[in-house]
Each structure stands twice: as structure tokens, then as C-alpha cells.
């Protein structure tokens, strides 16, 4: 684990990325907070640390995210993204924003993106990385 997430608070012994984390403290491995997914694209910056985001920007999911190009958790550092996959993606269950567990993901790493703001008022934020750099598929 390295110091990024060692530095987030933790659930169940396992750090929670900001993007999880609500304004109260409130931490849900499970779910992306909505309010956090737009000051990280708003604000430009990592959904995992906090912190500002530096090229190549990251952004990782279920394949199902990268076959529809949308991606539900927000822009990442490409450090960041690694190390929580490293991290959450052998233990399996509902991490890093994922209601259902993924059996594969995607990481893939852009120069920009597009953030798809819901049509619905209960509507998720959606980004859409352009001119895609490389893409990994992990399992
Ligand atoms: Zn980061």
C-alpha cells in the first residue's frame, strides 16, 4: 500500500478513496459520492488521494464501463489508480465506488476528459476520457 492511501481513512481496515468519503465523514467503499465526483472534475482533482490531478490522468471500472467509454469513478492519478487496483481488485467485493463487484476492469489513462452530468435529478455523474493513451484490462 503506499502513502497516498495510507493517508485516507479507513472502513473495515481498508482506506476509503475521497471520491467514497461524504462532507460528513461518512465512508461507503461501495458508492461514489456524487458532490465529491463533481468537485474532482470540477476542481481537477484525484478521486483516490484528493489531491491535484497531474497527466496522464487515470480513470478505472468494470470492462462493461470501457466498452461503453463512460466511467462512474472520477479521474485518478495513474499512481493511484495502480495501487488501488493492486490493493482492492484481489480482495473482490464492493470497492472503489462498484455496487456490484467487477470479475474485470479497465484502466486506462487520457489526456482529457468529458464529464456527463445526469439528465435526472438522482442521476449519476458520468466522465468520458478522450483521446485515451493506453487501456489495461486487469482480471
Ligand atoms: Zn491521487
Known amino acids: 500500500m503506499t502513502s497516498m492511501l495510507e493517508v485516507r481513512p479507513k472502513a473495515g481496515g481498508l482506506p476509503v478513496p475521497f471520491a467514497c468519503e461524504d462532507d460528513g465523514g461518512a465512508l461507503d467503499h461501495s ?40 466511467f462512474t469513478f472520477p479521474p485518478t492519478h495513474h499512481q493511484c489508480a495502480r495501487d488501488a487496483l493492486d490493493l482492492f481488485v484481489p480482495l473482490g467485493g464492493r470497492h472503489l465506488g462498484q455496487a456490484e463487484p467487477p470479475l474485470t476492469w479497465a484502466l486506462v489513462t487520457t489526456g482529457g476528459f468529458d464529464v456527463i452530468r445526469p439528465t435526472r435529478r438522482a442521476g449519476i455523474v458520468q466522465f468520458r476520457p478522450n483521446s485515451v493513451i493506453e487501456a489495461v484490462i486487469i482480471d
Open 31 to 70: 458508492h461514489v459520492v456524487k458532490r465529491r465526483a463533481i468537485r474532482c472534475a470540477l476542481s481537477r482533482i484525484c478521486g483516490i488521494c484528493g489531491e491535484t490531478l497531474t497527466r496522464p490522468i487515470a480513470f478505472f471500472g468494470p470492462l462493461a464501463e470501457w466498452d461503453a467509454g463512460l
